[in-house]
């Protein structure tokens, strides 16, 4: 588990195809290694990656063709600068909020602008994760913990101030950027919750307007 405050922007160092997936290697800059052993995690652009050795300037991770297929992973190239966290510790202040490190979707960067000291952006989000996004609420961004100030369909207002700004890849992000995204955790479990026993009924259709109405959420 994370918390979506970033400790420090790595790179990309290597990038290397092993057997039709990749190994990547990481120069992790200002994170302290010290505490980290083979095994451990690592959310790295909110990727949590599994270290499988320490090079001596950062570490390495292998890389499934799952985590390719759904995250902005496949797109990264030597150099490309990346936000890392290491996994929560019990004694840890929870800055953020609570953040798993598995990725939901990707978006894109539609607009930017500033706002005196901060950079404002709009993201749109793939279609099916919209319903998770509420006003005010949490949402992790390239493994950045950050507040949505509005919301507009299936996109949403983000306001970053200078510190944030200056400790993390957010610099980088101008229109047609894609960004990993990752909904609140608790948004998800509740809308399996509401879905009680018809959950175990695999119809993997979710909550839709048709089930709230049946089950008393909207007047018919």
């Not at 790295?44 to 050795?53: F, H, P, Q, R, S």
């Not at 990707?106 to 509420?134: M, N």
Request: hydrophobic content about 40%.
């Amino acid at each position: 588990m994370f918390t979506g405050i970033i400790e420090a922007v790595g790179v990309v160092q290597q990038i290397i195809p092993r057997n039709g997936d990749v190994r990547l290697v990481i120069r992790s800059g200002g994170l302290d290694l010290a505490d980290v052993k083979l095994g451990d995690s690592i959310a790295t652009n909110g990727i949590c990656l599994t270290v499988i050795e320490l090079t001596g300037q950062g570490y390495a991770a292998d890389v499934s063709n799952e985590t390719l297929r759904h995250t902005t992973l496949g797109g990264w190239k030597t150099g490309t600068r990346v936000n890392l966290e290491k996994a929560l510790m019990p004694t840890s202040r929870l800055g953020g909020h609570i953040v798993s490190g598995h990725v939901d979707g990707v978006g894109e960067i539609v607009e930017f602008k500033r706002d005196a000291r901060s950079l404002q952006y709009r993201v749109r989000a793939p279609a099916e994760l919209a319903k998770y996004i509420a006003h005010k609420g949490s949402i992790t961004v390239d493994g950045t913990s950050l507040t949505v100030n509005a919301v507009d369909g299936d996109a949403f207002d983000l306001n970053i101030v200078p510190h944030t700004a200056d400790h993390t890849n957010v610099g980088d992000w101008q229109p047609g950027v894609r960004v990993n995204l990752e909904v609140d955790v608790l948004a998800r479990y509740l809308e399996r919750l509401m879905l009680g026993e018809k959950a175990a009924q695999g119809s993997g259709g979710g909550i839709s307007m048709a089930f709230l109405a049946e089950n008393g959420f909207l007047k018919r």
